[in-house]
RNA sequence: GGAGGAAUAGCGAAGUGGUCAAACGCGGCAGACUGUAAAUCUGUUCCUUAGGGUUCCAUAGUUCAAAUCUAUGUUCCUCCA
């Protein structure tokens, strides 16, 4: 299967920017690139899918460049809802920092910072080289500004496209980069830098936009209570990020699998077909799991978050010494306990519960185990004496949620 | 610069002097049923030493009593110039 026709049967492609680019995309030797803005010193799932489109192409004989907006990053790419908080330089200096050291062991890509060409830009030269090819009436008709137009937008924000436009001019005339590829929501500012290009210097680019991957109910998917799945694994441990593949919906899970994952069709076809005979058995979201952890962290974080889900889920535990669970739980997350508390307080102090007549809500209503076993008593004592050997105590909350404490 | 309007819990949104810790919806968390899924049903969702305490943009006031009235300020929106 060719890449075009692989990259649509994954659903990877949304938009596309002209029809000729089919047949591009199939011949290959094609310089693209794909960005992101250093939002945040580690990236998340999102980031992944997108990034892992680059890794396709690259298979596919094409040469990926990552770009990390140092300078932009200091604007602020419109969101739909609101304006942008700012971020210090300072911050955005470490997270472009972070970010690039990631991609490169992740993805191993060339990267590149807009900093280094936007910095020198005087105002009056933007405004003469770059604002000249932009009319506002261009502008208002994108759709990100469009949706602010009743909340507000500032002058700031407003400017973000022209920023993006001129990187990709940049990458054209210094990298012979032809061709951009993004999340949907980047669609407007890649039509954007085509425009700038076409206009400045009379060629023709590409581009082409991946769609926002969402859960059945239309929210964007990659967090969890609230928390966004990081790719770095001191943020969301390779055990954080099994059990959240292996919660997927069953709806979207063969979905995700074309999406994470360079299994081929065949492989994912027959997951799917076992898939829908044994559901229970949820190959597909142990088959995703695996192979996006692999992927980022490698076979022994695998193994390892394997082993512990197993071990958590399946009541194996508790043929397991003191020594063995300290030794094979080591990614979940750790119980401070000293001397003895009542579980009221052991819920507090761990962050487990925000409020004392949260945790005590949380005991009545028969959410918390220690050890396996119910705790209704809200004056319960943790300590020693209810430890496994004398020095684990494994919590959990709800079905799902664990907490390991060791009693020295 | 001028004229109006708005600001309520994570979000949306009721409430226009006491019966308001504040209806309702969403979201979150938990329980039941399951398969660590979805759907459904139930409970819960400011803090508490369970007496009460602190809230409705901010500050100052009126009142026995303020989310609700007044003044000033802040932010946002709409229209006019």
Redesign the pocket.
């Known amino acids: 299967m060719n890449i075009y026709d692989d990259l649509l049967w994954r659903g990877l492609i949304k938009d596309f920017s002209d029809p000729e680019l089919k047949d591009k995309l199939n011949a290959g030797g094609m310089t693209f690139y794909i960005g992101t803005d250093p939002t945040g010193d580690s990236m998340h799932i999102g980031h992944f899918s997108s990034f892992l489109i680059a890794t396709r192409l690259k298979k596919a004989g094409h040469n990926p460049i990552l770009l990390i907006g140092g300078a932009t990053g200091l604007i602020g790419d419109p969101k739909p809802s609101t304006e942008r908080p700012m971020i210090t330089k300072e911050e955005v200096n470490h997270n472009v920092k972070c970010l690039s050291e990631q991609a490169k062991n992740i993805f191993g890509f060339e990267i590149v910072n807009n900093w280094e060409w936007s910095k020198d830009i005087n105002f009056i030269d933007f405004l003469r080289d770059y604002g000249k090819y932009f009319s506002v009436n261009y502008m208002l008709d994108k759709d990100v500004v469009k949706r602010r137009?009743?909340?507000?937008i500032t002058y700031t924000e407003f400017s973000y496209m022209i920023m993006q436009a001129l990187d990709f001019l940049w990458l054209y005339e210094h990298k012979n980069c032809t061709m951009q590829v993004a999340g949907q929501d980047q669609w407007g500012n890649i039509t954007a830098g085509i425009e700038l290009i076409r206009k400045k210097i009379g060629k023709t680019a590409y581009g082409f936009t991946m769609p926002l991957i969402t859960k059945?109910?239309g929210v964007k998917f990659g967090k969890t209570?609230?928390n966004a799945i990081w790719l770095d694994k001191e943020k969301t441990t390779p055990y954080e990020m099994y059990?959240f593949f292996?919660?997927?919906?069953?709806?979207m899970v063969i979905d995700y699998l074309k999406k994470f994952t360079f299994l081929s069709r065949e492989e994912i076809e027959n997951i799917e077909k076992k898939h829908i005979e044994k559901?229970?058995e949820?190959l597909a979201?142990k088959t995703l799991a695996k192979e996006v952890i692999t992927f980022l962290h490698g076979k022994d974080e695998y193994d390892n978050a394997l082993k512990i889900?197993?071990a958590?889920?399946s009541d194996k535990i508790w043929e397991l010494s003191s020594t063995d669970i300290i030794n094979n739980l080591k990614d979940i997350q750790k119980l401070e306990i000293d001397g003895s508390k009542t579980i009221i307080d052991v819920l507090i102090d761990n962050s487990i519960c925000?409020?004392?007549?949260?945790a005590?809500?949380?005991v009545l209503?028969?959410?918390i185990s220690i050890n396996n076993k119910k705790v209704t008593d809200v004056t319960y004592i943790i300590d020693k004496n209810s430890a496994i050997d004398g020095t684990v105590i494994l919590l959990k909350?709800?079905?799902?949620?664990y907490y390991l404490g060791i009693c020295k």
């Open positions: 137009i009743d909340e507000g059945s109910d209570e609230g059990q292996i919660n997927s919906e069953d709806s559901p229970e949820r979201h889900s197993e958590l889920f925000s409020s004392k007549r949260d005590r809500e949380m209503n028969g959410a909350k709800g079905k799902k949620n």
